[in-house]
């Protein structure tokens, strides 16, 4: 079983990395918590989850410990499966979705695209004594226009599930906080907390 990666990083997208470690190219599934991390380094190290599947092997991949024990709680639930469970890491990262499960918040994870209304209190329930984590607070930076990088945000937006119209209107939200020159990730970042409010 593969645990742990440390690389040089060949490609990265919104929802996978390659990681090129002693010649070898692993390509890992990623959330966008995980992405803002990774973005714009070189050398990386990724904690690892295995997925065996008759017919599949594949790798998941977490910059923290945190996100990595909320994946492996979520996958224990009855119908959430690794590609769900990093839809949920991308839409709500490990600390808030500790944070929401503690608080009973079901209307903020049933706003993640893939998480109805059932999923959302059976997560809260059996995880309720079950995610405590020591984590990070997501930090959203600084304090207003459409730019290209807008077509790149909203495009992840339309990919991660959410309908055109809320993810225009996430984005003009997330433009009136940002700077104009505010980079694709925390532009990105910024239209999900919207969207997850």
Do not use: W
Request: glycine share 6%.
């Amino acid at each position: 079983m593969i645990a742990y990666l440390n690389g040089t990083l060949k490609r990265l997208t919104t929802s996978s990395a390659l990681v090129l470690v002693n010649g070898v190219g692993y390509d890992v599934h990623i959330s966008l918590s995980t992405y803002y991390k990774l973005e714009g380094r070189k050398e990386i190290e990724l904690e690892i989850f295995t997925h065996v599947r008759e017919d599949a092997l594949s790798l998941y991949g977490f910059a923290t410990s945190d996100e990595k024990t909320a994946f492996e709680k979520l996958i224990s639930i009855s119908g959430i499966g690794p590609t769900l469970a990093q839809k949920i890491l991308s839409g709500i990262d490990a600390p808030a979705l500790a944070e929401a499960v503690a608080q009973a918040d079901t209307r903020k994870l049933s706003s993640i695209p893939g998480v109805g209304k059932k999923t959302a209190e059976r997560i809260c329930l059996e995880l309720r004594d079950k995610l405590a984590l020591g984590g990070e607070t997501p930090s959203i930076t600084a304090p207003v226009t459409r730019t290209s990088i807008d077509n790149d945000v909203h495009s992840a937006l339309i990919n991660l599930g959410y309908k055109p119209a809320a993810a225009d209107a996430a984005l003009d939200a997330a433009r009136k906080q940002l700077d104009a020159d505010a980079e694709f990730s925390v532009v990105l970042k910024t239209a999900l907390v919207q969207l997850t409010r």
